[in-house]
C-alpha cells in the first residue's frame, strides 16, 4: 500500500496526540488535570438535548437537503438579527457538518494548485492542514502581541498576495479580539484585488469584555464561519454553519451533495433549540469569565508571560522564555512530572512556537486551581 505524499506529510494535531496520552496516563490511575484541549466543560443544555430525543422519536433519521433543513438556516439568519441587527438572508446560510465541514468546502470551492491561502501564525491548525487536500501553497503570516495578534493589511499586499485569507475571531490560540475597523481594512485590501476574506467566528459566543461584531456586517462578500461546538457546548454532535455569497451557494451544494451528502440529522434538529436558551448560554458565558479572570492573573503570577488580555474564546496563549525550555519540552514535563496537560506552541504554527504555551480554560475552575498549584510546585 502507497500512502500518499500529503498524508504522510500532514502535521499531527499535537492537542489531540496529547489528550491521547494523557488519557492514557488516567486509565493507568493518575490524576491529570485538562489544560489542554478546547472542549467546553459543560454538558449540551437541557433543551437541545430534548429536542433530539423528539427528533428521534419523530423519526428523523433521513438524509436532509444537503445545505441544512430551512427551518435551521431561517433559526441562524434570525439569530444575526436578534443578536447584532444584521439582516442575512437564509438562502446565504449552509448548514454543515461541523465549522470543519464548513472549511472542507469552502477551500474546496476556492483553492487549487497555483493558488495561496494565508493564515496567521500562530493560528488554528486544522486551516493549513485541510488546505493541503487542495494542494495550494499555504502562506504563516507571523502575528504578534504588539499588534493584538492581528493579520495588518501590509502583510496581505504585494505580489505574494493571497486568494483566500482565514482569520479566526476571536482567536484560537490566543483569545484576542479584532479591533473595529481592523477587518474591514483587511476585507479592503483583499476585495481591491479579487481576494475572499474568511472570518472563524466559531468562538463568537464567547466573548467576555472587548465590543464584538459579526463580519457578516462587514460586506455580503465576507465568508463568515461559525458553529454549535463551543458556545451551545455540542462538539460531539457535529454541526455548524457558514454565510456565504449567494454565487458560492450552487458550487458548494454541489461539493456537499458529494462530500457529506447532508449535515446530522438528529444535531439539526436538536440545533434548533440553540437560539433560545439566552440566558443558559450567559450563564455559561459568565463562568467561563470567571475562569479568565482567575487563570490569567495566576499565570503571571507564576512566570508566564501574556502580553495581551484575552477577551473571547477560552484560551490564555502564554509565553515561557522565563523556564528556557523549548515549548514541546516543557508540556511533555509538565505532562510527566506535573500532571497537568497543556499544548506545544507548535500546534499553532512556527512563530514564537519554541517559546509560547496554550492553556485552555474550558475546564472547571477547580480544576484549573488545582493545575495552577501543580504548576507552581513543579516549577
Ligand atoms: C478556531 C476554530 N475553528 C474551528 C474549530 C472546529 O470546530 P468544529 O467542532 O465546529 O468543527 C475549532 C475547534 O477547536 C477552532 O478552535
Same mark, same amino acid.
Given at each position: 500500500m502507497n500512502i500518499s505524499r500529503r498524508a504522510s506529510e500532514i502535521s499531527p494535531f499535537y492537542v489531540m496526540e496529547l489528550l491521547e496520552k494523557a488519557r492514557l496516563m488516567e486509565a493507568e490511575g493518575h490524576s491529570i488535570i485538562h489544560m *489542554?484541549?478546547?472542549?467546553?466543560?459543560? *454538558?449540551?443544555?437541557g433543551p437541545i438535548k430534548q429536542e433530539a430525543l423528539k427528533a428521534l422519536g419523530d423519526g428523523k433519521t433521513f438524509y436532509t437537503h444537503s445545505l441544512g433543513i430551512s427551518e435551521l438556516r431561517e433559526a441562524v439568519s434570525r439569530n444575526y438579527r436578534d443578536r447584532y441587527g444584521l439582516e442575512v438572508s437564509p438562502e446565504r446560510v449552509i448548514i454543515t457538518n461541523g465549522s470543519s465541514g464548513a472549511f472542507i468546502l469552502l477551500f474546496a470551492a476556492l483553492l487549487e494548485q497555483g493558488r495561496t491561502l494565508a493564515i496567521a501564525d500562530p493560528g488554528y491548525p486544522c486551516y493549513r492542514n485541510i488546505a493541503l487536500l487542495t494542494d495550494c501553497a499555504v502562506r504563516l503570516l507571523p502575528v504578534s502581541a504588539g499588534t493584538n495578534y492581528e493579520v495588518l493589511p501590509e502583510q496581505i499586499d504585494g505580489p505574494l498576495r493571497p486568494d483566500v485569507l482565514v482569520v479566526a475571531n476571536p482567536s484560537n490560540p490566543t483569545g484576542t479580539i479584532y479591533r473595529p475597523g481592523s477587518l474591514n481594512a483587511l476585507y479592503e485590501k483583499l476585495s481591491s484585488r479579487g481576494s475572499t476574506l474568511i472570518v472563524d467566528e466559531i468562538y463568537s459566543g464567547l466573548v467576555y469584555d472587548a465590543p464584538f461584531s459579526s463580519s457578516v456586517s462587514i460586506s455580503g462578500d465576507v465568508i463568515v464561519v461559525n458553529g454549535f461546538s463551543k458556545a451551545f457546548a455540542m462538539t460531539g454532535w457535529r454541526l455548524g454553519w457558514m454565510v456565504v455569497p449567494p454565487r458560492l451557494v450552487r458550487p458548494i451544494q454541489k461539493l456537499a451533495q458529494n462530500l457529506f451528502i447532508a449535515p446530522p440529522s438528529i444535531s439539526q434538529y436538536a440545533a434548533?433549540?440553540?437560539?433560545?436558551d439566552a440566558e443558559g448560554l450567559a450563564r455559561m458565558c459568565s463562568l467561563y469569565r470567571e475562569r479568565r479572570d482567575f487563570l490569567l492573573p495566576r499565570l503571571r503570577g507564576l512566570g508566564f508571560d501574556v502580553p495581551v488580555k484575552p477577551d473571547g474564546a477560552f484560551y490564555i496563549y502564554a509565553g515561557i522564555e522565563r523556564f528556557a525550555m523549548d515549548s514541546m519540552l516543557f508540556v511533555e514535563r509538565a505532562l510527566a512530572e506535573a500532571k497537568v496537560a497543556i499544548t506545544p506552541g507548535y500546534d499553532f504554527g512556527r512563530f514564537g512556537a519554541a517559546s509560547h504555551v496554550r492553556f485552555s480554560y474550558a475546564d472547571r475552575l477547580e480544576n484549573l486551581v488545582e493545575g495552577c498549584d501543580r504548576l507552581e510546585r513543579w516549577l
Open positions: *489542554e484541549v478546547g472542549e467546553p466543560g459543560f *454538558e449540551t443544555p434548533l433549540a440553540a437560539f433560545d
